[in-house]
Antibody, heavy 114, light 112 residues
Framework: EVQLVDSGGGLVQPGGSLRLSCAAS????????MHWIRQAPGKGLEWVAHINPDGSRRYYVDSIKGRFAVSRDNAKNSLHLEMNSLRADDTAVYYC???????WGQGTLVTVSS | DVVLTQSPLSLPVTLGQPASISCRSTQSLVYGDGNTFLSWFQQRPGQSPRRLIN???NRDSGVPDRFSGSGSGTDFTLKISRVEAEDVGVYYC?????????FGGGTKVEIK
């Protein structure tokens, strides 16, 4: 059974940092493109970042460039999103997804507020 | 960035009746290799999204055949042949031909 388990969300003050993680199992993680997608409360979906199978190519939406970094550990079947200089408009549920959106985690809520 | 415009925003449907959602792109979604990377997702209330259709018209595994996708270039459509109660939710189109990948604003399907 395919599983993506998102973790690491929480309440953080503006300017703070968080590290999100995604534990993958049940599919060929090491050869899959992996992605982070977010959804602000009551809003639609936004593609945030993605990383190629060997981690050599990473792409970010403009609003997070220079603040967030996506990484992966294929030996541990894990995906990460390092989030720095967080702003109120980063508040959202963050989903880990794989293979063009075939697989989804349950999401982890990040709330940026003082 | 490519903008995807979905219509309608809200779609009340009678059970057993068909439903149709439009997705229009500001740029052609045909990639250099000839593929068109346009997908459809369903998000039921309180759940993570689920991909229904990839590359315009290919149904993902386990997706009922009442769902179908069509279109080309900049105009795409998701059709539900006979709406069932479990189809309630928000539907999104998404393109991954161009970076950044972008989603449409969503269409809320509800039962009349």
């Amino acid at each position: 059974e395919v599983q993506l388990v998102d973790s690491g969300g929480g309440l953080v003050q503006p300017g703070g940092s968080l590290r999100l993680s995604c534990a993958a199992s049940g599919f060929a993680f090491s050869i899959s493109w992996m992605h982070w997608i977010r959804q602000a409360p009551g809003k639609g979906l936004e593609w945030v970042a993605h990383i190629n199978p060997d981690g050599s190519r990473r792409y970010y939406v403009d609003s997070i460039k220079g603040r967030f970094a996506v990484s992966r550990d294929n030996a541990k079947n894990s995906l990460h999103l390092e989030m720095n200089s967080l702003r109120a408009d980063d508040t959202a549920v963050y989903y880990c997804t794989g293979d063009g959106g075939v697989y989804w985690g349950q999401g982890t809520l990040v709330t940026v507020s003082s | 960035d490519v903008v995807l415009t979905q219509s309608p925003l809200s779609l009340p449907v009678t059970l057993g009746q068909p439903a149709s959602i439009s997705c229009r792109s500001t740029q052609s979604l045909v990639y250099g290799d000839g593929n068109t990377f346009l997908s459809w997702f369903q998000q039921r209330p309180g759940q993570s999204p689920r991909r229904l259709i990839n590359k315009v018209s290919n149904r993902d595994s386990g997706v009922p055949d009442r769902f179908s996708g069509s279109g080309s270039g900049t105009d795409f459509t998701l059709k539900i042949s006979r709406v069932e109660a479990e189809d309630v939710g928000v539907y999104y189109c998404m393109q991954h031909t161009h970076w950044p990948h972008t989603f449409g604003g969503g269409t809320k399907v509800e039962i009349k």
